[in-house]
């Protein structure tokens, strides 16, 4: 009797553990709304978070932009990868934000040489990027040559970008390939000096934090680097937007612009378009 009883209650525990699966499952069926998702907490639904910015946003910006002067353009890479913009590959020269390019391809050849960063390398690679120090760039381009910054364009998938000439900084660019580098960052960049290009690219000298950083900061942290030929009206900034989960990449390229400040007030506007309402 004792086996019976024995075979009886495991029969039991059975029948109860698979009564609690086959309701674990129906409640997953039903929705978020169900008892097994208000348990488990909204993100472990499954539910993926809306991608950042909206469409409205991004149609409030196309409409900024095509409403200012010059020649213009604007990409976004959002939060879930896709790309938006208006005249997305516009061909316009670069000036200094090519010298994130740069950095990277430094970056990369430390790391193919087994060297990690000494006294000389930062001595060019910091005020190049926190001051956009131009001689700094010069010495750091003739290093890594015109070849390592094209290998940085195609591992990026960029498809117009062209090296300058008579100087690296009328390389040709576009915002789409300068979104999609910035949204690329992490894998363009060898592990052991991402921290260290994250740094740089977020404490780049007050003067020079126009356009992106002062709509976005202090709600996001935000990684970018402008550049300028002022004599053209030429003014672009390339931005990485990072709040908790969200990621997403801004790039604006102006030209023709009547003053610096029309350029620069050009470029806050986008930002301040595609953040509105923001989270």
């Given at each position: 009797m004792a086996e019976r009883a024995g075979r009886t209650r495991a029969a039991a525990c059975a029948a109860a553990v698979l009564a609690a699966l086959l309701a674990s499952c129906a409640a997953l069926a039903a929705g978020p709304g169900s008892a097994a998702a208000i348990e488990y907490g909204g993100e472990a639904t499954g539910t993926p978070l809306p991608s950042f910015?909206?469409?409205?946003?991004l149609a409030a910006a196309s409409?900024?932009?095509?409403?200012?002067a010059g020649r213009t353009a604007f990409a976004v890479v959002d939060s879930s990868g896709r790309v938006h913009g208006l005249?997305?590959?516009?061909?316009?020269?670069?000036?200094?934000?090519?010298?994130?390019?740069?950095?990277?391809?430094?970056?990369?050849?430390?790391?193919?040489?087994?060297?990690?960063?000494?006294?000389?390398?930062t001595a060019l690679l910091y005020p190049m990027i926190h001051i956009s120090d131009n001689n700094a760039a010069?010495?750091?381009?003739?290093?890594?040559?015109?070849?390592?910054v094209a290998r940085v364009a195609r591992e990026a998938g960029m498809a117009d970008y062209a090296p300058g000439v008579g100087w690296w900084a009328y390389a040709q660019t576009s915002a789409v390939d300068q979104a999609r580098l910035f949204y690329m960052l992490d894998r363009l960049i060898p592990a052991r000096f991402y921290g260290y290009a994250r740094y740089l690219t977020s404490t780049i000298e007050p003067s020079q934090s126009w356009g992106v950083p002062p709509v976005a900061r202090p709600r996001w942290q935000v990684f970018f680097k402008t550049g300028a030929l002022p004599e053209r009206g030429l003014f672009n900034e390339v931005a990485r937007l990072e709040r908790g989960p969200l990621t997403f990449t801004i790039a604006v390229f102006t030209d023709g612009d009547p003053s610096m400040a029309y350029g620069e007030q050009t470029i806050e506007g986008v930002a301040a378009a595609l953040l509105a309402n923001g989270p």
């Open positions: 910015p909206s469409e409205r946003a409409a900024f932009l095509q409403g200012r005249r997305l590959h516009e061909h316009f020269e670069t000036a200094s934000v090519v010298k994130v390019m740069m950095l990277i391809a430094y970056l990369q050849m430390l790391a193919a040489q087994h060297r990690g960063l000494g006294s000389a390398d010069s010495a750091v381009y003739s290093i890594v040559g015109a070849a390592a």
